[in-house]
């Protein structure tokens, strides 16, 4: 699958908001006041932890919407697995600029990283199946076009991307509505002809009553390896079939076996641990010092 790069119109404003956050009401006093407006600086972004990158063209415009003379490189491009201590972009511009950017744009950066190597570990654990790992909308307020962005870097696919681009009844709007057949009736009488319709079923008895409604997907939640082995069975290709509910690196394997098109984690983009990644000061005949842990 080709990774296609986000339009900057999708993460400037966001970034631009972060920066203001960080910046205040003065800029940055303590950049300002100890590196020479007219120094340059080159230096690397590196990684510390094993994963895969996922966030370059954010961290870059972080950088250069303090400086546009700021220059990022990258020598691993989103998509790539790094090994701590591999280079994963170089830079070059002025220094202050540089600290002034640099925890905004490490912060989106390991962030992202992070969900994208959250995925690459399901989608490696499901590898020779028909299953496709995909996210969901636990996302952090304000950051889904980029965490889903991350997911596919890992090289999962995407769920819906709001309550406005597919139909998902689950189990309060088939409790409001009174029934399954209701709430899916209503949904068809509603929905656009592109529009697909998915149910969510925690119980076989349930998907036998969705399945005979006609939809076009169904949801497996929180089932047994069993009951998803029985699921399958009995949808028999009439609807894409998704599990979903405590899916781990341990267990996505077993599932995806079963035949199931869809595995759904929730957790990979609200509990994703951010990437290691550290932005690493490179001066010739000097050692190396480290200015990725500015706090």
């Known amino acids: 699958m080709t990774l296609t790069r986000l339009l900057p119109i999708l993460y400037e404003p966001l970034v631009r908001t972060a920066l203001l956050e960080d910046l205040g009401r003065a800029g940055d006093i ?12 080159s230096p690397v972004l590196r990684a510390r932890q094993k994963g895969v990158v996922a966030g370059l063209d954010i961290a870059r415009c972080a950088f250069q919407l303090v400086n546009p003379a700021i220059r990022l490189d990258p020598e691993r491009p989103d998509g790539s697995v790094v090994a701590p201590g591999d280079v994963i972009a170089a830079i070059e511009g002025p220094a202050r600029a540089l600290l002034t950017g640099e925890r905004t744009a490490l912060n989106f950066l390991c962030r992202l990283s992070g969900v994208a190597t959250a995925t690459a570990e ?11 790992i995909v996210c969901t909308r636990k996302t952090t307020p304000g950051l889904r076009t980029l965490e889903k962005y991350a997911v596919r870097a890992g090289g999962g696919s995407n769920h819906r991307f709001g309550l406005d681009d597919a139909v998902l009844i689950k189990d309060n709007h088939i409790a409001l509505a009174g029934d399954i057949g ?4 209503r949904a068809k009488a509603n929905a656009g002809h592109l529009v697909k319709i998915e149910v969510e079923v925690d119980t076989l008895t349930q998907l036998e009553q969705v399945l005979a409604l006609g939809v076009d997907a169904v949801l497996l939640d929180n089932m047994t ?3 998803l082995r029985q699921a399958v069975a009995m949808t028999g290709g009439r609807a894409i079939t998704e599990a979903s509910g405590r899916i781990t690196a341990e267990t996505a394997r077993a599932i995806a076996a079963i035949g199931v098109d869809l595995i759904s984690a929730g957790w990979l983009t609200h509990s994703s641990a951010a990437l290691d990644i550290g932005l690493d000061y490179v001066q010739v005949g000097t050692p190396a010092p480290r200015i990725g842990e500015i706090a």
């Open 182 to 185: 209701t709430a899916v009736a």
């Open 30 to 41: 303590t950049a300002d006041a100890i590196v020479p407006s007219d120094r340059q600086a």
């Open 122 to 132: 399901l989608v490696s654990a499901t590898a020779g199946t028909k299953a496709r």
């Open 225 to 227: 390896v069993d009951q």
